[in-house]
C-alpha cells in the first residue's frame, strides 16, 4: 500500500512540476522588467509618467514582461520588494523614487548581474546607473503661457518640499512669465511634502483666494491642484504627466511631462544586448525626456505660437540662467556673464525678483 | 490681518475644519461611553476609500457619502467587539485598528485610484451668491456635509445631554459598575457609543475624499484622526466647544497656508507648525482642569456584567 501511494505521490508532483514548467518553456520572456513606485501610477503624475514610459517599452520590444509594484515606501522595504522581482526573474530594474536609491544600491551590490536605473539621485555601480529629467529650463516657456494667459498677473506656485531643483523651477516660470508680463508675480506656498492631498488643495485655495488665476505646481501628482483650480474657474499648468490635462478640460493652458521611453528603450535594448553601461544621464526639453504637454482649448493661436516659439529656443540651447538676475531681497545672485548650467540646478537658495515667498 | 487675509482665513478654516469636527465628535460620543479609540485614523481612512469607491462605481457621490458612514459604523464595531466583549486593552486595540484601517482603506481604494468622480455638489444660498466679498470666494458655497456640520453638533449635543439615551451613555463613561447597577447595560450602550462614533468618523472620511480633494490616495488623512483626538480632550469633552477646537485647528492649518499665500517673510517650515504649536498652546494655557472633565471610567474595561 505505501509503495503504491508513494508512486502516485510521485507521479502527481511530477505532473505539477511539468504543470509549471509548461507556460515558462512556452513562452520565455526576452527581458523582465521590475519597477517600483512611491506612490500609485494613476496619479496623473510622476509615477504615471514612468508607467506609460514602461509601457511603451514593451510596445518597442516584443517579448518584455513587466513587473510593478506601486505604494512602496523609501526604505528598507523597498529592498524586499526588489528581491522579490529579481526572484522572479528581473534582470533590468528601475526604482523610480529619490529615496529608493539606498535601498536598490544595497541590492544591486548583492546581485551583480541585474541592472538598476535609479531616478534623480547620484550614485553609480557597474551594474547601477542613475538619470534623471532636466526641468529648470523647460519651465520657462511655462512661464510665458502663465504670463500671457494671467488676467490678474497672479500666478500661483505650489511645491512639496523647496528643494533647490524645486526653486530652480519656480525661477525659470517667472523668468518666463516677466519675459512677456513685466508685472506679473508668482506666489510660492509649500506644503510640507510631494504627496499630501489635502493640504495641496488647501494650499490651491489660498493661492485662489488671494487672486491668483494660473496655478503651478511641483509635487508628485497636479491632480487635486488642477481639479481645485477648475473648480473654480482658475487656470493651470500641470508637470509630471502630460496626461493631467484630461482633468481640466476648460483651465488648462499646458504643462511639462516626462517622456522617459525613448531612454528605457535604449536601456532595456543594451540590458538584452549584455552592453548595459552605467551612466548619469540628465536629459532637458529637446533632448528626450521633457516635453511640453498639449494646449488646453481655450488657449488662442497667438499664445500658443510665442510658448511653442520659447520652448524651441530653450531646446536650442538657450538658458534662461543668464546673469545678471537679481533675487526678490534685492541681491544679485548670478552676475552679468555668468550663467547657471545643470549642474547647479540643485543649488537654488533664493528666489528671483517677482516671486513672493522665502525659501527657507 | 486684513479684509482679504481674514476671509481666507474663515473660508479654509471651514474647509479644513469640517472633517475634523465631525471626526472630533465621533470621538467625543465614544470616549464619553469610556472607550478611546485611538484608532481614529483607520476610521477615517476607511470612510475615505469606502466613500470614494461607492462613489467611483455608483457615479452618485451621496451614496459615497452613505457607504462611508457605514463602513466607519462596522470598523468601529469590530473596534468594540475586541474592547468590549473581548475586553482588551483600548488603547493597543486602538492602535491595531488604525493599521488595519490604512491597510483595509488601501485594498478598498486600491482599484480606484485616479478614477475622476463629481464628488458632492456645493450650494450656496441665492441672497448671498450676489455679495460682491463673497462671490469670489469658496464661502458659503458648500456640500451637504459642512451645511450638516453645525446641526450635527447641536444633535449630539442634544442626544448626549437631553436624552435618556444620552445619559446612559455618560453614565457608563463615568463608572460602567454603577450604570450596571442602575439597570444598564454598559456593553449595548457602548456599542451603541461606537457606532455612532463610527459613522461621524466615515462622514470625516468621506468629506475629504468626496469633497475636499475629489481623490484617494494611500493614507492621505495626514494625521488627522490624532488631531481629532487631540481636539477631543481640548473641546473638554463637549460636542458645541467641538465646534471651537475644529475652527481654531482648521483656521491655524488655513491661516499659514494664506500667510503663504501672501507672502509672509517667514520660512515655510515655521508657518507650517503654526497648527500644532497653537494646539499645544492652548491645551498649556487651559490644560489643568481637563483632567477633571474626563469621563471618569476612560479607557478602563468593566468586567463585571457576566
Not at chain 1, 520652448?311 to 555668468?338: L, Y
Request: some cysteine; overall charge positive; proline content about 4%.
Amino acid at each position: 500500500m505505501e509503495k503504491r501511494s508513494g508512486l502516485v505521490m510521485g507521479l502527481l508532483v511530477l505532473a505539477f512540476c511539468v504543470a509549471l514548467a509548461a507556460p515558462l518553456a512556452a513562452d520565455a520572456p526576452k527581458l523582465i522588467i521590475g519597477a517600483i513606485y512611491v506612490g500609485s501610477v494613476n496619479d496623473y503624475g510622476y509615477n504615471r509618467s514612468f508607467h506609460d514610459a514602461l509601457l511603451t517599452v514593451q510596445k518597442n520590444i516584443p517579448g518584455v514582461k513587466l513587473l510593478e509594484a506601486e505604494n512602496v515606501p523609501e526604505s528598507a522595504e523597498a529592498e524586499r520588494v526588489m528581491e522579490g522581482m529579481i526572484q522572479q526573474g528581473a534582470k533590468l530594474i528601475f526604482p523610480t523614487s529619490f529615496g529608493h536609491q539606498e535601498p536598490a544600491f544595497n541590492v544591486a551590490k548583492r546581485h551583480p548581474d541585474v541592472y538598476f536605473e535609479h531616478a534623480g539621485g547620484w550614485m553609480m555601480a557597474a551594474n547601477f546607473g542613475n538619470y534623471f529629467g532636466n526641468t529648470q529650463a523647460a519651465w520657462y516657456p511655462m512661464g510665458v503661457a502663465a504670463g500671457k494667459m494671467t488676467k490678474t498677473n497672479k500666478l500661483g506656485f505650489v511645491i512639496g518640499v523647496p528643494i533647490g531643483f524645486a526653486v530652480g523651477n519656480v525661477n525659470a516660470f517667472e523668468l518666463g512669465a516677466r519675459s512677456v508680463n513685466p508685472a506679473a508675480v508668482t506666489t510660492v506656498v509649500v506644503t510640507g511634502g510631494w504627496s499630501d492631498k489635502a493640504k495641496e488643495a488647501a494650499a490651491a485655495n489660498a493661492l485662489l483666494d488671494q487672486g491668483c488665476d494660473v496655478l503651478a505646481m511641483h509635487v508628485d501628482s497636479p491632480a487635486t491642484i488642477v481639479r481645485t483650480a477648475e473648480a473654480r474657474g482658475a487656470m493651470s499648468i500641470g508637470f509630471q504627466s502630460i496626461e493631467a490635462r484630461a482633468l481640466a478640460p476648460k483651465g488648462w493652458i499646458t504643462g511639462l511631462g516626462f517622456t522617459w521611453a525613448p531612454y528605457f528603450t535604449e536601456v532595456a535594448k543594451s540590458v538584452i544586448a549584455g552592453t548595459f553601461k552605467p551612466s548619469s544621464t540628465h536629459l532637458g526639453l529637446g533632448e528626450g525626456m521633457v516635453t511640453v504637454a498639449p494646449f488646453g482649448a481655450n488657449v488662442p493661436a497667438d499664445v500658443r505660437q510665442v510658448v511653442t516659439a520659447s520652448a524651441d529656443k530653450i531646446a536650442k540651447g538657450f538658458n534662461p540662467f543668464t546673469g545678471p538676475i537679481v533675487d526678490n531681497t534685492g541681491v544679485t545672485q548670478i552676475k552679468a556673464g555668468e550663467s547657471w548650467g545643470g549642474d547647479k540646478m540643485g543649488d537654488f537658495k533664493w528666489y528671483v525678483e517677482g516671486v513672493v515667498g522665502k525659501v527657507q | 490681518m486684513n479684509a482679504p487675509l481674514a476671509i481666507g482665513v474663515i473660508a479654509g478654516a471651514v474647509l479644513s475644519g469640517t472633517s475634523l469636527l465631525y471626526a472630533t465628535l465621533g470621538e467625543t460620543i465614544t470616549e464619553r461611553s469610556g472607550i478611546v479609540n485611538l484608532g481614529l485614523e483607520g476610521i477615517l481612512l476607511i470612510g475615505a476609500s469606502v466613500g470614494f469607491a461607492s462613489a467611483a462605481s455608483s457615479a452618485s457621490a451621496y451614496l459615497g457619502v452613505a457607504a462611508a458612514a457605514l463602513a466607519g459604523g462596522a470598523a468601529n464595531l469590530l473596534f468594540g467587539w475586541l474592547v468590549v466583549s473581548r475586553k482588551a486593552n483600548q488603547l493597543a486595540s486602538g492602535l491595531a485598528m488604525m493599521f488595519f484601517g490604512i491597510g483595509a482603506s488601501a485594498l478598498v481604494g486600491g482599484p480606484f485610484v485616479g478614477a475622476v468622480i463629481t464628488g458632492l455638489p456645493k450650494w450656496r444660498p441665492s441672497f448671498l451668491a450676489g455679495l460682491r466679498w463673497v462671490k469670489s470666494t469658496t464661502l458659503f458655497n458648500y456640500d451637504i456635509l459642512i451645511w450638516l456640520a453645525v446641526p450635527v453638533a447641536l444633535l449630539v449635543w442634544w442626544a448626549l445631554f437631553r436624552t435618556r439615551w444620552g445619559l446612559g451613555v455618560r453614565a457608563v463613561g463615568e463608572s460602567a459598575a454603577a450604570a450596571f447597577a442602575s439597570g444598564r447595560n454598559p456593553a449595548m450602550i457602548q456599542y451603541q457609543a461606537l457606532f455612532a462614533g463610527g459613522v461621524l468618523g466615515g462622514l470625516a472620511g468621506a468629506h475629504l475624499s468626496l469633497s475636499l480633494t475629489l481623490t484617494w490616495a494611500e493614507g492621505m488623512t495626514a494625521g488627522r484622526g490624532f488631531i481629532a483626538i487631540a481636539l477631543v480632550i481640548f473641546s473638554k469633552w463637549h460636542p458645541l466647544r467641538a465646534i471651537a477646537g475644529a475652527l481654531v485647528f482648521g483656521g491655524a492649518e488655513a491661516l499659514q497656508l494664506q500667510l503663504q499665500a501672501r507672502g509672509a517673510d517667514v520660512s515655510p517650515f515655521l508657518l507650517d507648525m503654526i497648527p500644532y504649536v497653537l494646539t499645544l498652546l492652548v491645551l498649556l494655557a487651559w490644560g489643568g482642569a481637563r483632567r477633571l472633565a474626563a469621563p471618569a471610567g476612560l479607557g478602563r474595561t468593566f468586567y463585571g456584567s457576566e
